[in-house]
């Protein structure tokens, strides 16, 4: 049973992948696209009209047409045509990362004890930007003082764990392998 929604979950983020690749193709609009985004945060009765399969298409088309910014209409109403409204929010956070990676924009997390200063921050950036050939780094920093000191900074399936707990574990690691 796990195994077949590792499968639909997948499917749903490949095809959140493909409308959200269509979306940036059509190059609709950055503020048509986050001000349907809004509009879907402010009503989100509309996502329950949308996935209502007793409401028939060409009332849900009106309601695009009353409701939405012109540029984004068409693409609403394909997506509602063939049952995807119910993706609409994985499709604007795909939308996104499919924005970053067409402009080289990396994306990492830093969790650290204490934040680092501004001097800190701009030479992680410079570290990613060149280790991943990112035009720039967007970097979330987030508090643990579970660390104890240091850092980690992780972006995609990559880690650099300079945190002192990172570095107490990998020496009891290397003193019981022994």
């Given at each position: 049973m796990k195994t077949q929604t590792t499968t639909s979950q997948m499917y749903c983020s490949s095809a959140?992948?493909?409308?959200?690749?269509?979306?940036?193709?059509?190059?609709?609009?950055?503020?048509?696209?986050?001000?349907?985004?809004?509009?879907?945060?402010?009503?989100?009765?509309?996502?329950?009209?949308?996935?209502?399969?007793?409401?028939?298409?060409?009332?849900?088309?009106?309601?695009?047409?009353?409701v939405f910014p012109q540029e984004m209409r068409n693409f609403l109403k394909v997506a509602c045509k063939y049952e995807r409204m119910d993706l609409i929010p994985e499709i604007f956070a795909a939308y996104d990362r499919y924005c970053d990676?067409?402009?080289?924009?990396?994306?990492?997390?830093?969790?650290?004890?204490e934040l680092p200063s501004d001097e800190q921050l701009k030479n992680m950036e410079a570290f990613l930007c060149k280790k991943y050939e990112a035009s720039k780094a967007r970097i979330e920093i987030q508090?643990?003082?579970?660390?104890?000191?240091?850092?980690?900074?992780?972006?995609?399936?990559?880690?650099?764990?300079?945190?002192?707990?990172?570095?107490?574990?990998?020496?009891?690691?290397?003193?019981?392998?022994?």
């Open positions: 959140a992948m493909r409308y959200a690749q269509v979306l940036y193709e059509l190059n609709v609009p950055k503020e048509a696209i986050q001000k349907a985004r809004e509009i879907f945060e402010e009503v989100p009765q509309l996502h329950d009209v949308f996935v209502n399969p007793t409401i028939p298409a060409q009332k849900k088309e009106r309601v695009i047409d009353k990676e067409q402009d080289r924009i990396l994306s990492a997390v830093l969790t650290c004890v508090t643990d003082s579970t660390l104890l000191g240091g850092f980690v900074l992780r972006t995609g399936s990559d880690e650099y764990d300079w945190s002192l707990k990172g570095r107490l574990d990998r020496l009891g690691q290397k003193l019981t392998w022994r």
